[in-house]
């Protein structure tokens, strides 16, 4: 695990073992906040051990910004916490998410002793801030990654922990294409120091912007190549032929994992797009 300090109160860790997922800690003297947990129970002992035994305070809230694993499996460890989520990461980890660790821990030894802990602070719609120790974390509802991603921010230094609604490609498998676009759109409005991502390197102050704007150009892209095709009246053979450069995205980073997940992302988009327009074919003869 890589221990990075983004300003005087707030670290960010970033898993060698699981993609480069990140989770962050932000210490008060009043005890301290955890965003996101690391998959494999031994880097988040690291976190444990780092806040409580070098820094001397208790974990007192943990945040989930969205039910998905490689960010909630953690969260078991820190065993005094309260959690905090959007009200639809509640439901998500009390079904898809416990059904899908009970079948992590029949097939990892190493996932064996993770206990689904669902959250006990949830919030709907508007900005939840949370006041610890001089600090105050805001968080809001932000889909498009999955329904229930939410991003935070520390208020006093505008550092923001986007979680996976910025990584180095944007991913909406679990998510929806019209939220994606409204949530970057909005993040464009907002001036911020550092960002943090859900997996992959901290963003600085200057490429923000930036980042956002390519992020945006990357899922218009596909959205118009896949549209044009369905037209075209071509199939998904011809949809797999997007390549992810093609989009302005390089196949580097995550050590080559974004490939894949263009492929999903492709997969994804074809499929719903394809939908919609069976649905409004289906819908016109009774228009009609
Ligand atoms: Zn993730």
Redesign the pocket.
């Known amino acids: 695990m890589l221990r990075e300090r983004v300003a005087n109160n707030v670290f960010v860790f970033t898993s060698e073992l699981y ?1 480069q ?1 990140t989770a962050g800690a932000i210490i008060t003297p009043a005890g301290a906040i955890v965003i996101d947990t690391l998959p494999y129970p031994v880097e988040t002992r690291q976190i444990v051990q780092f806040i409580e035994e070098r820094h001397g305070v208790p974990v007192r809230y943990v945040v989930n910004t969205h039910y ?1 694993a ?2 909630t499996y953690g969260t078991c460890f820190f065993k005094h916490a309260r959690v905090v989520s959007h009200h639809l990461c509640y439901e998500l980890l009390n079904t898809r998410g416990r059904e899908s660790l009970a079948r992590t821990r029949r097939s990892s030894r190493d996932m064996a002793e993770i206990r689904l802990v669902l959250p006990d602070i949830v919030f709907d719609e508007g900005v939840l801030s949370l006041h610890l120790g001089g600090t105050t974390l805001e968080m809001w509802h932000a889909p498009g990654h999955s329904p229930d991603s939410i991003i935070c921010m520390v208020k006093e230094e505008r550092i923001l922990f986007a979680a ?1 609604t910025l ?1 180095p490609l944007p991913f909406l498998a679990d998510g929806n294409w019209e939220d994606y676009i409204g949530t970057l759109e909005d993040l464009l409005t907002r001036p911020f120091e550092n960002v943090i991502q ?2 992959g390197e901290v963003i600085l102050r200057g490429e923000v912007q930036e980042k956002v704007k390519e992020d945006l150009e990357y899922l218009r892209c596909i959205h118009d190549k896949i549209s044009e095709m369905l037209r075209k009246g071509k199939d998904f053979d011809a949809v797999e032929q997007i390549e992810i450069e093609a989009c302005g995205k390089s196949r580097i980073p995550l050590n080559g994992l974004v490939q894949q997940l263009h492929r999903t992302n492709v997969e994804t988009l074809y499929q719903a797009l394809k939908n919609q327009r069976e649905e409004i074919e289906v819908s016109q003869p009774i228009a009609n």
Do not use: R, S
């Open positions: 993609a997922v998905h490689d960010h996976d990584m859900g997996h």
